[in-house]
Structures are given as structure tokens and as C-alpha cells.
């Protein structure tokens, strides 16, 4: 059993989608639970990653740094790392041209997510991407 057999999915409360022209948005902010160096473990950590948001996951967390990442069905997403500050801010290059820009704010009780990224289109990765989001606590 991984970690996401742990979670029972509810609304993706705290989520929004945008589009403006041919680019989509999606705007999360979540506060969690856990402090931002346990969080930044969960983002950047090739096993932890596969916990949570993709089948599989490659990442070199520092700048130039590569990441793949591959779901069940087939679908690949390859990014750049642009920017690693560690339990601060991380933004990758997606391959498609977007984006996703994460940043972590130590809060009372845990840390502040704050999740942008955009995509030149609604695929079916941006689509995984607020589901997989949908649980995290």
C-alpha cells in the first residue's frame, strides 16, 4: 500500500482553472499540514512523487535539472527545472511550453501551497494534475 491508498479524494476545493486566449491556468493554494521541508521532499523526491502524482517519476531537483514523468495510461510529460530554492519555490519547464510554478510558505501548523501552471492547452496531463492535487492534506 502507498501513501495515496491513504486518501479518500473529495472536491477540488481551492482550485481554479482560467483561459485566457489558447493558454489555460490552473491556480491552486492548499495549506498542509506538514512542515515545508517534508512538503519540498513531496514534490522534488522521485519515490515520493510516485506516492502521489505520477506512476513513475525522474527528477533532478536543481536548476537544468530533467524530469519525466509517466502515468498509467501512457501519457509523458517532460520538464526543465528553471528554478530550485529549496523549501521555497520550484518552477519546471514543461516540454509543451507551460509552466508550473510551486511556492511554499512556512504557516502556523504546517505550510501554504501556492501552485500555478499554465498549458498552452487543457490536456489531459493538466486535467491529472488538479486531480492528483485534489487530495494532498
Given at each position: 500500500?502507498?501513501?495515496?491508498?491513504?486518501?479518500?479524494?473529495?472536491?477540488?476545493?481551492?482550485?481554479?482553472?482560467?483561459?485566457?486566449?489558447?493558454?489555460?491556468?490552473?491556480?491552486?493554494?492548499?495549506?498542509?499540514?506538514?512542515?515545508?521541508?517534508?512538503?519540498?521532499?513531496?514534490?522534488?523526491?522521485?519515490?515520493?512523487?510516485?506516492?502521489?502524482?505520477a506512476?513513475?517519476?525522474?527528477?533532478?531537483?536543481t536548476?537544468?535539472?530533467?524530469?519525466?514523468f509517466?502515468?498509467?495510461?501512457?501519457?509523458?510529460?517532460?520538464?526543465?527545472?528553471?528554478?530550485?530554492?529549496?523549501?521555497?519555490?520550484?518552477?519546471?519547464?514543461?516540454?509543451?511550453?507551460?509552466?508550473?510554478?510551486?511556492?511554499?510558505?512556512?504557516?502556523?501548523?504546517?505550510?501554504?501551497l501556492?501552485v500555478?501552471?499554465?498549458?498552452?492547452?487543457?490536456?489531459?496531463?493538466?486535467?491529472?494534475?488538479?486531480?492528483?492535487?485534489?487530495p494532498?492534506?
Amino acid at each position: 500500500m502507498n501513501d495515496r491508498d491513504q486518501y479518500t479524494p473529495g472536491p477540488a476545493s481551492g482550485v481554479q482553472v482560467q483561459k485566457e486566449g489558447e493558454k489555460w491556468t490552473l491556480i491552486l493554494v492548499r495549506q498542509l499540514r506538514h512542515p515545508p521541508e517534508i512538503v519540498w521532499q513531496a514534490l522534488t523526491d522521485p519515490a515520493r512523487l510516485e506516492e502521489w502524482f505520477a506512476t513513475e517519476a525522474e527528477l533532478d531537483a536543481t536548476p537544468g535539472g530533467e524530469g519525466v514523468f509517466r502515468w498509467g495510461d501512457g501519457e509523458e510529460r517532460r520538464a526543465t527545472v528553471r528554478e530550485a530554492e529549496p523549501e521555497e519555490r520550484l518552477v519546471l519547464d514543461w516540454e509543451d511550453g507551460g509552466e508550473v510554478v510551486i511556492e511554499l510558505e512556512p504557516v502556523e501548523g504546517g505550510t501554504r501551497l501556492h501552485v500555478v501552471e499554465t498549458s498552452p492547452e487543457f490536456s489531459t496531463a493538466l486535467e491529472l494534475y488538479a486531480l492528483a492535487w485534489a487530495p494532498v492534506r
